[in-house]
């Protein structure tokens, strides 16, 4: 299989049924996105795959022949945190770190849809992440956090 | 976990498809968004030896308005179902329904029509299928047949569909201006299937009901439709009293099965209440 990985043409030579997080972290040594759950039901898999926000356990590298894949792997540039990791660290949206890939990709495709998401959207259309620590409130805070950064008028 | 070997097929063209199903027979399942093929294949509790992958046939995307009916692409995915201005304009219920869907992650990959060709009564598709009077287009090597959604579900797991064929596109007629609507879910938690749900559609004459459509979701071995209980609220005043006896009937018809979300008894108890709040908020909604 051949795809995009950050931005990267990567080949990859899987059996049918290898799902994309076992290529991603075994075979292209991208062990940002966890395997917590591997059911579906967790998000600390979630990588964004053509412009989508995906649990890449219940998704065949098979299926993403040509696509364009993004993981955690993929945020920092030249050295600088993405907003949504500099919002993170400022806001301690985490403690153990376990799902925090997952959250920052999902965080990422939510913002590109939705620049200026109310609390009660951040919620909702974070739903698909489990954090076992934080009590969500400082995740929440983190997403504002980079919503802000990002909006135009900060720049 | 790791799902048992298979090959993979993906068809560029519907008739290709259709010509893989036919060729592999029993041994080959189509694979839509893949949120319950899959996770069921990693569990081993489905084994196919053949995967048709439907998710690059462009025939299968898209909502178009004919008429005065939604023609829905099968491979329509639950997101695409919520954003649609088209769908939110004529059929909020359908909008509503997703949104209570799994989780955002799913609903970017799950789709309406592997929803209901799935056949499983804890879908929630089937029940706002029967509620809307929903029909089907199913495409196969002997040619295409429209089904009616009432009639499709046999059994969990068992739909009409035979051997070969795909359900191509969901047919809706939109409800006249001023329908009520509701779809009244209870779950545990994101992402759970309901524990009870109930999908009413309400029209209203001044206080009386005019037409009223009412369907269930996860109370028996199928979606199921709440023929009595619709009766006995045609032509009558809604008020508690009869949003009370049709809940009621509608307790009459359950037969969930108990598991880790209730006993048999709280899941029927459920399935009326949520009955009760879905035809209230549908009399809020609808113009009288």
């Known amino acids: 299989m051949s795809f995009k990985l950050n931005g990267k043409q990567v080949d990859v030579l899987v059996e049918p049924r290898e799902l994309l997080i076992h290529s991603l972290r075994e075979k292209l040594q991208h062990t940002g ?40 792997e993929g945020f920092e540039q030249g050295g600088a945190l993405h907003a949504l990791q500099e919002g993170f660290t400022q806001e301690h949206g985490l403690q153990c770190g376990y799902c925090t890939p997952g959250m920052i990709t999902r965080a990422y495709r939510l913002l590109k849809e939705n620049p200026k998401p109310s609390e009660e959207e951040i919620r909702y259309w974070m739903a698909g992440n489990l954090c076992r620590c934080t009590g969500y409130q400082n995740i929440v805070k983190a997403v504002q956090y980079a919503a802000k950064k990002l909006s135009p008028a900060s720049a | 976990m790791i799902p048992r070997e298979f090959e993979y097929h993906a068809p560029r ?11 592999y027979g029993d041994d080959a399942k189509p694979l839509a968004g893949g949120h319950s093929l899959l996770p069921m294949m990693k569990m081993r509790f489905a084994e196919p030896a053949h995967l048709v992958d439907l998710g690059r046939l462009p025939e299968l995307k898209g909502i178009r ?81 429209v089904v009616p959604a009432d009639g499709f579900f046999l059994g969990t797991y068992s739909t009409a569909l035979k051997p070969g064929e795909i359900l191509t596109e969901i047919r809706v007629p939109v409800p006249a201006a001023g329908t009520g609507w509701c779809y009244a879910k209870l779950k545990r938690k994101t992402g759970d299937f309901a524990t009870a749900a109930a999908a009413v559609l309400l029209r209203m004459k001044g206080e009386t009901v005019q037409e009223v459509s009412i369907a269930l979701t996860n109370a028996g071995a199928t979606a199921l439709k709440a023929r009595k209980a619709e009766d006995s609220l045609r032509g009558k005043a809604l008020n508690d009293t009869a949003m009370a006896e049709a809940a009621r009937l509608v307790m009459t018809i359950c037969e969930p099965t108990a598991d880790q979300r209730g006993d048999v008894e709280y899941k029927t108890a459920m399935t009326g209440e949520m009955t009760h709040r879905a035809l209230r908020a549908a009399r809020a909604r609808a113009t009288h």
């Open chain 1, 33 to 72: 996105p966890h395997i917590g759950c591997e059911t579906s039901h967790c998000g600390a898999c979630t990588v964004d795959l053509n412009g989508m926000s995906v649990k890449s356990c219940t998704v065949l590298t098979v299926q993403c022949q040509d696509a364009e894949v993004l993981t955690i």
């Open chain 2, 13 to 23: 063209s519907l008739p290709e498809a259709i010509a893989l199903l036919k060729q």
């Open chain 2, 65 to 145: 308005e004919v008429g005065n009916a939604l023609h829905i692409g099968a491979m329509t995915t639950e997101n695409e179902l919520i954003w649609s201005p088209l769908v939110q304009k004529k059929c909020p219920l359908l909008v509503e329904g997703a949104r209570l869907i799994a989780d955002p992650q799913v609903r970017y990959k799950g789709t309406i029509g592997g929803d209901i060709a799935h056949g499983d009564p804890a879908n929630d598709h089937p029940a706002l299928m029967l509620a809307l009077g929903a029909s089907f287009v199913l495409k196969g090597s002997g040619g295409e047949r």
